[in-house]
């Protein structure tokens, strides 16, 4: 789906070919996801790392009130928190974060490949949208639909820390994240695994809720503004748009995928 | 439907009674829309207002290439903008806004009154949803889903201007948004035209999609962690619920309200 334009500062280039010597096979990890730590904030995002076996914790920041409260819903951390004053988290993030009292220093969860998802249903595929509000949003919205995956590039998408895992409010630990270095590779993947792939564009000959649909499915996506790039369009089986009746046709990208997710869902069912 | 906190910073109470003189009747505008601007910016939301008739400019700035951008696609502002350099519109947003080139300042739109609302199918009602990005959001899929307006209160609710104008791209000036004083009057007024009142509510008995619904209807939504107040569950005619299949049942308050909406569409479109 072509979508309105969410942010304007082109993000900075790469020399053609530059990249080259960082390509990795499909078992690597992002480098960023190597050593980085993720930043989680926020009472969800937080206690949903907390309850995830698979999520290292390096370090646990928590104000009084946030330990108190832990201990009222019965949660026992992995390591005991580092007690301390609200401003100390604080100071760490952007003036407008809601934190909590809960700070989390942690790993970065795995990248599964796209051979190794376990009993896919629905699959989402996120070209290139960059918003980490949206992308976390997004995640949100698959937990609920208990999407099997996402699919990011390795370019052109947020990190899954701060911002995005707070948006996700704790869906991060619930939805594999699967990086891909080529978008169109990747769903050639999802193809030979059986995949229908379907692209959402405001220009498709389709109306999604009136297209047959079945499971495995992957559902594509592109950033507001630029829609689907011209080689993740050609990699689709199908192409449809959202019918709305309503004034402006453009949906925030976030609400485009709920509404995606939704249709889907119901296809699916009736299949 | 009860959502998940999205703010934990309480806004500034006011004394019992302490609002008690501003009490205005229906056809008076808040006071923060008589003298105070609106800061308008990004492109589809300052070209938006300037093609809106309705919406009088204060001032108008604008970058060199925005100037030419509005040009080239045939955009005569109702006045000459005041070309700035960009960092001139920047100075006076937060670090984060992407304002594209342009800024307006303007007159508040006025706020209807819900007896005067003309030929209504369906409305949303916001139950003090108080996150500027949200309320833009639903605003944006409410255009698109030709909601007939959207009804929220005086206190408790963001102002139509800066973040909520960037996000509703444009819906602000589609979409008229009818303040009250007091929710449950403002849904028995509703009562009285005939609208059907459906509360989304997570606890709710019945399953939106399964509930029999018919124009003229309104949707109400409540702020993520909080839900629906007391007061307001027990104006509504029903409370439904979404059904969700996966692990985390909430989402983004945005999100739910695009679900409902597309649900509720459905749902009369049978009727």
Known sequence: ???REWRSKPRPQRRPGGHRHQRRDRHETRSDEIGAAAILYGWHTVTAALANPARHIRRLLATENAVRRLQEEGITPPMAPEVVRPDAIAARLTPDAVHQGLLAETDRLPSPAIEDLAAPSIVLVLDQITDPHNVGAILRTAAAFAVSAIVITARHSPEATGVLA???SGALEVVPIAVVQNLARGLAALKERGFLVVGLDSGGP???????MQAPLALVLGAEGKGLRQG???ACDRLARL???GAIKSLNVSNAAALALYIASQAIGRA
């Open 166 to 168: 707070k948006s996700a």
């Open 1 to 3: 789906m072509r979508e």
């Open 232 to 234: 993740t369009r050609a």
């Open 243 to 245: 019918d709305l009746p």
């Open 206 to 212: 389709d109306d999604l809720a009136a297209l047959q």
